[in-house]
């Protein structure tokens, strides 16, 4: 039986350190979902000092905790073995990676349409997401039932305390997001139910934000000049803002507050974790756009009391935390 389900997503535009805290939040529970997207996802985890990359399986696999890849995710089997392969080889428990069998497989004709016509108009990772989700819709895809090995094969039992992981963040979810600048999943905590739970069973929602806004790929919001402003660029170089899927230079700009309290409130978020603030420490300006102004702060402390006392009121709860290569 199910005890509670709490639900981990990105409020912002993806890199903001999701992986991280469902990877010290994880240990906690006793399995771990992802309910969206597939390997155009990248999480970054430490554990005893060393740096881990993983493109589909929850970060709850470093903590040996059972991890499911749920229906509404997509997956390109090559890519999943490779995963598996490489946390086999950290020495982990691969038994404990489940799929939906109604997850839907991502074909090489999906990852050449990707290449061909949406990588260079929209910024995509070129993963073959986008004609991935067009099949699945048209109800001519292929499933993992039918590909993968049957040991990997989840049977839809959850029980216990259930951690689900978002990928991609509110701005790339196809409904919230700026379209079409978005990616073709829901990537909101609504979409968690997908993974056959009922809302009822919802207890904690968790948002994570970082103290200055980033964005892997195309979008109206990030102008290609703002990468080269020599502040932003500081902040790339030092906060390592390159992407863990593309290695793609991330464009920077500082926190948007007005956009994040409405990714607070349309989302239910109740708990928030606001990564890499050491980051700005180290440039040592202090900025946050707040109505369409941006407002300069001396110093940390002061910029941390305005966050707060702007930030939308149904945040019950306020994690700081700084980037771990920098701790
Ligand atoms: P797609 O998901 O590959 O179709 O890409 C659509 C948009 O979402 C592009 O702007 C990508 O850069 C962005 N995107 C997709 N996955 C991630 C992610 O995990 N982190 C950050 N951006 C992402
Ligand atoms: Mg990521």
Redesign the pocket.
């Given at each position: 039986m199910i005890k509670h389900v709490d639900i981990i997503f990105g409020l912002a535009w993806?890199?903001e350190g999701?992986?991280k805290i469902t990877y010290n939040l994880s240990k906690n529970y006793d399995v771990i979902c992802r309910w969206n997207g597939g390997s155009n996802?990248?999480?970054t985890i430490y554990r005893d000092g060393k740096k881990y990359k993983t493109h589909l399986v929850p970060s709850g696999i470093f903590n040996h905790k059972k991890c499911v890849v749920g229906p509404n995710c997509i997956l390109n089997p090559e890519e999943f073995y490779n995963e598996i392969e490489y946390l086999k080889n950290t020495g982990l428990d691969v038994s404990l990676i489940k799929v939906a069998p109604n997850a839907h497989i991502i074909t090489e004709k999906h990852i050449e349409y990707d290449k061909q016509h949406l990588q260079q108009k929209l910024g995509t990772t070129g993963k073959g997401i986008a004609p991935c989700y067009s099949d699945k819709m048209l109800r001519c895809g292929k499933l993992a039932k039918d590909v993968l090995d049957k040991k990997y094969i989840w049977d839809g039992e959850l029980n216990g305390n259930i951690l689900c992981e978002g990928a991609q963040s509110f701005w790339l979810d196809i409904n919230f997001g700026v379209y079409p600048y978005v990616t073709s999943s829901e990537t909101l905590p609504y979409a968690a139910c997908s993974l056959g739970f009922s809302p009822r069973k919802i207890r904690d929602i968790i948002g994570v934000c970082k103290a200055y806004d980033t964005k892997s790929g195309v979008d109206p919001r990030f102008p290609e000049d703002s990468v080269k402003d020599p502040m932003f660029s500081k902040i790339i170089e030092i906060g390592q803002e390159y992407g863990?899927t593309t290695s793609r230079k991330r464009k920077v700009n500082w926190m948007n507050l007005t956009l994040l309290n409405y990714a607070i409130k349309k989302s239910g978020c109740d708990i928030l974790y606001s990564n890499k603030w050491d980051i700005l420490d180290q440039v040592k300006i202090y900025k946050i756009i707040h109505n369409h102004t941006v407002i300069e702060f001396e110093n940390k402390e002061k910029m941390q009391k305005f966050f707060e006392e702007n930030l939308s009121k149904e945040i019950k709860k306020i994690h700081y935390s700084a980037h771990p290569e920098t701790l």
């Open positions: 993806g890199d999701k992986g996802a990248g999480h863990t």
